[in-house]
């Protein structure tokens, strides 16, 4: 894809504001489908790669689509973080987190944990009949969870949320708001805070926790390394399973006979959750830059150009899947762009597919008995960088 005669600059779409982007992206995706390999979007002020075939070969070849950036807000406002470092640099620290989420430590120590902590959280409201999942279930599960997960023992959901939505506004505050700079400020302080408070127990007692996995690694993070790593966890680490909790409900509620056939046989429930994060996939772009002039796909980059990797997009191609626009549980099984691709795969992948696909959703339908909407019209889905829905009302029979 990278050598084309039929060269041409990159083609913008200037018509779409920033505010419609956010509130539904797919039409725009679909005419950058359209248009070529590479698009600008001039609302968001960004160049877009929207196709999954181009999506996949960018991804394979990172010495001309590199993760590194020094000039990236992310670098700024949490550090130089895995995400954005290539080759070697990249492999060492991600070698040492991953211990603690491989498959089988999501299996022999965060399930049972998570367990507790699911019963928990339902035990709060499953006797009222009505509630919005975004606010009693999804984000003090997902809050909660990572909390476990990393390591810290004495920060609330609600701090996790403070700290994750604001370092996510800090990493996309391309305006450079004085007020959204001082509120990631103040998250990555808070973040370092709490590592500094946990860091002794967990060099003293060796545990399943990531902060335990990176300092008794074979070759341990430095402090530097763990504050970034760590924020780059907390900040797209709440989201995504929080997110697509919802998504799958709401899929699922909607299309009542696929419920049913699901429940019907709870083996199910992973294609499901597969589906979801598909059909709006939680983390919808992430960057590249381009590191030397090249002709992609018929469409000439310069070097220094940043990419956004549009896989909310490209799960959405309907060259690869058919009436992608569709929530399919029984569609074609295909692999999609969800958690990435490449040596950036989503380190916490098997965690979010136990909690989401095999705990939380089909517990909640168990506990929950006749779940269903109590408003479509009152359920908001939102965002197109990170995209899911932000308010899901719903009933059942108490």
């Not at 909660?144 to 700290?163: H, I, P």
Request: hydrophobic content about 40%; proline content about 6%.
């Amino acid at each position: 894809m990278l050598a084309d005669d039929n060269r041409a600059t990159v083609p913008a779409i200037s018509d779409v504001s920033f505010e419609e982007l956010l509130r539904d992206p797919y039409p725009t995706f679909d005419r950058a489908r359209d248009m070529a390999a590479i698009v600008k979007i001039e609302a968001a002020n960004i160049m877009v790669a929207t196709r999954y075939d181009d999506i996949m070969a960018m991804e394979r070849d990172s010495e001309i689509f590199s993760s590194e950036n020094p000039q990236s807000l992310v670098n700024k406002v949490m550090g130089h973080t895995m995400m954005r470092k290539d080759g070697e640099a990249h492999a060492r620290e991600r070698k040492a987190i991953e211990p603690a989420l491989r498959p089988g430590s999501v299996k022999s120590c965060w399930a049972p944990r998570l367990e507790t902590i699911f019963n928990e959280v339902i035990a709060d409201f499953e006797n009222d009949g009505e509630a919005d999942l975004f606010h009693a279930l999804a984000a003090p599960m997902a809050g909660r969870a990572l909390a476990e997960v990393l390591g810290f023992q004495d920060v609330s959901w609600q701090t996790m949320a403070l700290w994750s939505q604001s370092l996510i506004d800090g990493a996309g505050n391309y305006s450079g708001d004085p007020e959204i700079s001082r509120k990631a400020e103040d998250a990555a302080k808070g973040v370092e805070d709490a590592i500094n408070r946990a860091l002794p127990f967990h060099r003293d007692n060796p545990n399943a926790s990531v902060l335990s996995s990176m300092i008794h690694a074979e070759d341990p993070h430095t402090i530097e390394q763990i504050y970034a790593n760590i924020k780059v966890a907390v900040g797209g680490g709440l989201n995504e399973p929080r997110d697509s909790i919802l998504t799958l409900v709401l899929g699922m509620l909607e299309n009542p006979d696929q419920l049913e056939r699901v429940k019907a046989d709870p083996n199910l429930w992973p294609t499901a959750f597969e589906e979801s994060v598909r059909w709006i996939s939680p983390i919808g772009m992430y960057p590249r830059r381009v590191t030397r002039d090249v002709v992609f796909s018929g469409v000439q980059l310069r070097e220094g150009d940043q990419i956004g990797l549009c896989v909310g997009a490209a799960n959405r191609d309907a060259s690869r899947f058919s009436d992608p626009d569709r929530f399919d549980v029984f569609r074609e099984k295909k692999s999609h762009l969800a958690f990435g691709a490449g040596p950036h795969f989503c380190a916490g992948t098997w965690v979010a597919r136990h909690m989401v696909g095999r705990l939380v959703v089909p517990r909640l339908f168990e506990r929950l008995r006749n779940l269903r909407l109590s408003n479509r019209e009152a359920v908001r889905i939102h965002g197109w960088v990170f995209r899911g829905p932000v308010t899901l009302p719903v009933i059942w029979d108490a």
